[in-house]
T-cell receptor
Framework: AQSVTQLGSHVSVSEGALVLLRCNYS??????LFWYVQYPNQGLQLLLK??????LVKGINGFEAEFKKSETSFHLTKPSAHMSDAAEYFC???????????FGGGTRVLVKP | NAGVMQNPRHLVRRRGQEARLRCSPM?????VYWYRQLPEEGLKFMVY????????ESGMPKERFSAEFPKEGPSILRIQQVVRGDSAAYFC?????????????FGPGTRLTVT
């Protein structure tokens, strides 16, 4: 069975500091990977996705993620945190022949001024 | 182009009542997905529908839950005889295509509270 693990349910960063959110997947075949952001009381918005093209994927709002097959990881980074980045972030995977997203447990980001 | 619309945004039901959650996909999208977010848990897939067809319902509870996506009108997620454990946020997503290349666009969710 396919699964996604996000290390750290809560992350606190200072404004202007690096944001690093970790995601590891388990899959017998290269999956398709996504990062979504959820602001309070809202739906999910796609930040970026990896679909077997370039391993470094750039998304919206200055976020990017790198697919590392050897580490089965797809960590999300942003060089400089902004107060507006405070939200919950979900890593998700979809298998090649499927349609349903399998989500990690989510990481809530707090940005300190 | 309006996004995915869900209504109601908030729904309160007493135990034993029925809950009906509606999802209008984005214009031109014929694929609808329902996900549930239980308190302190991640999002879990429930069901995938195309117009008039249930494609994958592997995440649906065996009893009391049903979903449809008729030829005309919104997709409906129906929960009969609700219990407190059904309290959650229910999200609908839609996509224009089948397959992994198709981004799923999420609605704002319906927050169901069972009292």
């Amino acid at each position: 069975a396919q699964s996604v693990t996000q290390l750290g349910s809560h992350v606190s960063v200072s404004e202007g500091a690096l944001v690093l959110l970790r995601c590891n997947y388990s899959s017998s075949v290269p999956p398709y990977l996504f990062w979504y952001v959820q602001y309070p009381n809202q739906g999910l918005q796609l930040l970026l996705k990896y679909t077997s093209a370039a391993t470094l994927v750039k998304g919206i709002n200055g976020f990017e993620a790198e697919f590392k097959k050897s580490e089965t990881s797809f960590h999300l980074t942003k060089p400089s945190a902004h107060m507006s980045d405070a939200a919950e972030y979900f890593c998700a995977v979809i298998k090649a022949a499927g349609n349903k997203l399998t989500f990690g447990g989510g990481t809530r980001v707090l940005v300190k001024p | 182009n309006a996004g995915v619309m869900q209504n109601p945004r908030h729904l309160v039901r007493r135990r034993g009542q029925e809950a009906r959650l509606r999802c209008s996909p984005m214009k031109g999208h014929s694929h609808v997905y329902w996900y549930r977010q239980l308190p302190e848990e991640g999002l879990k897939f429930m069901v995938y529908l195309q117009k008039e067809n249930i494609i994958d319902e592997s995440g649906m509870p065996k009893e009391r839950f049903s979903a449809e996506f008729p030829k005309e009108g919104p997709s409906i997620l129906r929960i009969q005889q609700v219990v407190r454990g059904d309290s959650a946020a229910y999200f609908c997503a839609s996509s224009p295509l089948e397959g992994v290349a198709a981004e799923q666009y999420f609605g704002p969710g319906t927050r169901l509270t069972v009292t």
